[in-house]
């Protein structure tokens, strides 16, 4: 085969060329300190250097949220120490201002400092962290907690909603406008589902983690809660000796009427407006008619709607803790929009009740015309939840439907009929068998009410119990804030491990041996000055060489 000067030129070039490209990819690799810089370098290194850098970023990511979680606790800590300290002064002044031989100007001063710690209380249920207010639930912009001066007093607001309504009212208060302002349907009190934001950090795959407590779920709901003791002991200071607190149960409905439940063509849907928001809800296409449980399956799928006690019954009643407004639906023939009426449900209500109570022979109650005999010789202990459980179990076996009974916060007895949304409501009958009736707080013939209001008397006694129910709740949340504070700490360690864990694995995987890559850049050099030396043998002299 003849060689010519050309293709030994051509040749030369060529291999010039792949020393370069060698020289240039070992070149990159001392300049970045990576051994696998594209996809080509390494294909299956590249593949796992990905995976590996992923699984780093999100470990990252993991542990900022960590770290952002452990900073929301700390100061929640902070705040419910101080929220501690508080109630342990009011405890302090609460007995003090028990004694008997207080002067009325010592009596006025402990008034006056409890109602500094009053304001306070709320002052630390609006504390914050980097800007964002920490008992808010999910609204962490706006301040949760106010005070709002109503017919019924001093109100305490959280998140724009009453805390409780029917709380602690002096009997000043005219139980006219006491009902009135019970039965308002803006002054809907909140209920526990409602408060019950969780404010959710995802600190591992699929692993959150809810580090936020609510505001009402400190202070406690109700007639014990931190709010209406301390307005009680300001009472008890001013030398009150009674209190009003009032009860309503109250809820909204709106009437779809007649459902037409065919969903064959798929086309069935409900359209709920609450507050500023609105939901649309597509039911499931089938060939079987639709059933109430489906329909309340997928409002149930909502959690706004969810927390706000949304249900469907299967005459078409849609009913809420909330105001809401029906846009539209296609499972009835109504006319749209539809606002939803308050809807309030008959209450009777017994006197507080403590201690234990004993049936004897032929004992019991009637409730609209329906015997209801309790078993003779049974004892009841009524300030424990087992006896009360017990006292309830009992009457439930035969109590009339749609009738319902259970225990108020504040310890009575307490009748309810279904929601109605226009008068005259139903009434609730209770009457005696045996002389029992007065040991469940109850006279005899004694009749429900759209809205109930009891007089109490001021015990300090009944408040240090309040007091130390609110000390306990105070501790417990402290608990369970350390709790996750020492979870958040572990997650924190294994988190750094990880990282650490994963950066070496990616190490060994992209990193470039430095002293391997100087060594194979001097070689390469080597072979590429060669090659250049043995190219200016092969290159033929021109006429231009001969004639320099």
């Known amino acids: 085969m003849r060689i010519t000067n050309s293709m030994m030129v051509s040749t030369m070039m060529r291999n010039l060329n792949n020393n370069l490209n060698r020289m240039d990819k070992i070149q990159m690799q001392m300049a970045t300190g990576k ?28 542990k900022k949220n960590v770290d952002e979680a452990l900073s929301w606790l700390e100061t929640t800590e902070i705040a419910v120490t101080q929220l501690k300290d508080v109630m342990q002064r009011v405890r302090e002044l609460t007995v003090r201002g028990a004694t008997g031989t207080l002067a009325p100007e010592d009596k006025q001063a402990i008034q006056k400092e409890i109602t500094q710690l009053k304001d306070q209380v709320v002052s630390i249920g609006n504390s914050t962290y980097a800007g964002r207010y920490i008992f808010a639930g999910f609204n962490t912009i706006n301040k949760p907690f106010t005070l709002e001066e109503t017919a019924a007093g001093t109100q305490l607001v959280y998140n724009g909603r009453m805390v409780s309504p029917g709380g602690i009212v002096g009997e000043n208060i005219a139980e006219a406008d006491f009902i009135n302002f019970l039965i308002n349907p803006n002054n809907k009190e909140l209920t ?49 000796e009674n209190y009003q607190h009032g009860f309503v149960d109250m809820r909204f409905q709106g009437d ?65 803790d909330q105001k809401f407004t029906l846009l539209s639906s296609t499972l009835s023939s109504n006319t749209f929009p539809l606002e939803a009426d308050p809807a309030y449900a008959p209450l009777l209500i017994g006197k507080r009740l403590e201690g234990s109570i004993e049936t004897t022979t032929g004992q019991g109650l009637i409730v609209n015309g329906t015997s209801i005999p309790l078993h003779e010789g049974k004892k009841y ?49 209770i009457q005696d068998i045996g002389g029992f009736l007065t040991n469940l707080g109850f006279t ?32 417990a949340k402290l608990s369970e804030i350390g709790a996750k504070t020492n979870r958040l700490e572990l997650d924190q360690s294994r988190l750094e491990d990880n990282i650490i864990n994963y950066k070496n694995l990616l190490s ?22 060669a090659s250049l030396s043995s190219g200016a043998r092969i290159i033929q002299p021109s006429l231009i060489d001969f004639l320099r």
């Open 35 to 62: 051994r696998i810089n594209k996809p080509s370098d390494d294909p299956v290194g590249m593949a796992k250097v990905l995976t590996l850098s992923s699984d780093v970023a999100a470990n990252e990511q993991y």
């Open 256 to 320: 779809l009427g007649t459902l037409d439940l065919d969903n064959a063509a798929g086309d069935k849907m409900l359209q709920i407006k609450m507050g500023e928001d609105v939901f649309t809800i597509n039911f499931p296409q089938q060939t079987d008619p639709l059933t109430i449980d489906q329909i309340q399956k997928s409002i149930d799928s909502i959690p706004h709607l969810k927390k706000n006690g949304v249900t469907i019954a299967a005459d078409g009643t849609i009913s809420a």
């Open 381 to 429: 202990d009524l300030d424990s939840r087992t006896g009360k459980e017990e006292l309830l179990r009992d009457i439930r076996a035969l109590l009339p439907s749609p009738l319902q009974v259970d225990f108020t916060a504040d310890n009575r007895l307490q009748f309810r009929d279904a929601h109605q949304t226009a008068a005259p409501y139903d009434t609730i009958v």
């Open 192 to 240: 526990m589902a409602q408060t019950t934001d969780s404010m959710m950090i995802e600190i591992g795959m699929g692993n959150l983690m809810n580090v936020n407590i609510n505001g009402p779920e400190l202070f406690q709901k109700g007639f014990g809660g931190i709010f209406e003791t301390l307005t009680k002991l300001e009472n008890v200071l001013q030398e009150k």
């Open 508 to 529: 060994k995987t992209e990193d470039a041996d430095m002293a391997e890559v100087i060594m194979k850049l001097k070689m390469e050099e080597n072979v590429y000055r």
């Open 444 to 475: 005899d013939g004694q009749q429900s009410k759209q809205a109930d209001i009891k007089t109490e008397k001021l015990n300090t006694s009944a408040m240090l119990a309040d007091l130390d129910i609110n000390m306990e709740n105070i501790l």
